[in-house]
């Protein structure tokens, strides 16, 4: 069945350094791709996503590049702060059928 | 405006009882999902109510979980006779027809006994 793996389960990095979290998706119909940070207590919400025509998709500090080909896409956050903190969680979707399948989340900390 | 909402925000019960979860969702979203997250892991699809569509029930567990919806509004996710194996956080989303975005609640977080 449908499948979206993540990697690392948890990312430590110093405030200012880059994070990297990457996934890959087993299901060649999917063409939604959104990342979701979800702090403790609180539900996801929505940073940033990408459509499958698009390679590459940025919003200030926060990018993430898709290849179709590969069936991997990626999350790259610069400049990190404190605030960043919190479990991040890649997904992805078939346009027509709308049912987000998540990955197993990545756990980022950035130390002062 | 007002996001989903979702009551209540915690429930504790005691294994063979049932419980009911509410979802209200985005106000004009026609898509409405159900979720569940379990202690430390990603979001399992449970089910998926599009307008007047018959739902997407592939994603429940068995056949003590099962879901309502009232037109394009409120839903509820009952689980019967409920398991330790059902305590986790039931998340709800909703989303605008034809758009992916999902737009998340904060979740019931369920304790069986």
């Known amino acids: 069945g449908e499948n979206v793996e993540q990697h690392p389960s948890t990312l430590s990095v110093q405030e200012g350094d880059s994070a990297v979290i990457k996934c890959t998706y087993s299901d060649s119909a999917s063409n939604y791709f959104p990342w979701y940070k979800q702090e403790l207590g609180k539900g996801p919400q929505l940073i940033i996503d990408i459509r499958s025509n698009v390679g590459e998709k940025k919003d200030q500090r926060i990018a993430v590049t898709l290849n179709k080909t590969a069936k991997h896409f990626s999350l790259h956050i610069t400049e990190t702060q404190p605030e960043d903190s919190a479990v991040y969680f890649c997904a992805a979707s078939r346009y027509n059928t709308d049912k987000l399948i998540f990955g197993t989340g990545t756990r980022l900390q950035v130390f002062p | 405006g007002a996001g989903v909402s979702q009551s209540p925000s915690n429930k504790v019960t005691e294994k063979g009882k049932d419980v009911e979860l509410r979802c209200d969702p985005i106000?004009?979203?026609?898509?409405l999902y159900w979720y569940r997250q379990r202690l430390g892991q990603g979001l399992e699809f449970l089910i998926y109510?599009?307008?007047?569509?018959?739902?997407?029930k592939s994603g429940l567990p068995s056949d003590r979980f099962s879901a309502e919806r009232t037109g394009e509004s409120v839903s509820t996710l009952t689980i019967q006779r409920t398991q330790q194996e059902d305590s986790a956080v039931y998340l709800c989303?909703?989303?605008?027809?034809?758009?992916?975005?999902?737009?998340f609640g904060p979740g019931t977080r369920l304790t069986v006994l």
């Open positions: 989303a909703s989303s605008q027809q034809g758009g992916n975005t999902q737009y």
């Open positions: 106000s004009g979203h026609t898509a």
């Open positions: 109510f599009q307008g007047n569509s018959a739902p997407d």
